[in-house]
């Protein structure tokens, strides 16, 4: 009896490890320093266009205007948001799993709305200084979006197959022996 102790030592008793004082985790497993900056010139760009479109004073035809700025300042905001979610320990508290997914999916969304929206506002604006600065700054966040994009799909892969690493075709199998069994058969 004088072994058991050696036996559950190590399985029963963990150390406790101290938790982090640290809020700010880049690198961590969903942001890498790289996605970092890009994410942080995501928000900056975003954040130009839309103040460069807010500060347009007459517009011929305000449709496209105002398309570019419900997707700068959405792109702005929740870009932020999932900065600072991603680059923090806030998004351990939030509940969602799939980090990696969402976060390809958005960037994906993004850049496509960005570049529509423009290209859009670039047919359609009243050719001033400040609407063909904000177009300007439009396309450079789409190409940070893509360029997000891109890096992610490079580094990561597609996300959501990540789930399937399991062959299609492999069944369970059932245990050759049952536990109630006590080896009769």
Same mark, same amino acid.
């Given at each position: 009896m004088a072994t058991t102790d050696t036996v559950y030592n190590t399985t029963t008793t963990t150390a406790q490890?101290?938790?982090?004082?640290?809020?700010?985790?880049?690198?961590?497993?969903?942001l890498e320093k790289i996605r970092f900056v890009i994410k942080v010139i995501e928000v900056l760009l975003s954040f130009v266009a839309f103040v460069m479109e807010e500060v347009v004073s007459n517009c011929s035809h305000c449709g496209p205007l105002y398309f570019f700025e419900f997707v700068s300042c959405t792109a702005f905001l929740f870009t932020l948001l999932l900065l600072i979610l991603l680059a923090t320990t806030l998004h351990q508290r939030v509940g969602i799993d799939s980090w990696p997914t969402l976060d390809f999916g958005y960037t994906a969304v993004m850049a496509f709305l960005f570049l529509i929206a423009s290209t859009v506002f670039a047919t359609g604006n009243g050719k001033t200084s400040l609407e063909q600065g904000a177009v300007a700054f +439009? @396309?450079?966040?789409?190409?940070?979006?893509?360029?997000?994009?891109?890096?992610?799909?490079?580094?990561? +892969? @597609?996300?959501?197959?990540?789930?399937?690493?399991?062959?299609?075709?492999?069944?369970?199998?059932?245990?050759?022996?049952k536990l109630n069994s006590n080896g009769t058969d």
């Open positions: 490890e101290p938790k982090s004082r640290k809020w700010f985790i880049v690198p961590s497993e969903n +439009g @396309f450079l966040a789409t190409v940070a979006f893509f360029v997000d994009f891109i890096y992610f799909w490079k580094i990561h +892969g @597609f996300p959501c197959r990540k789930g399937n690493n399991q062959p299609a075709d492999e069944t369970p199998r059932p245990e050759a022996e």
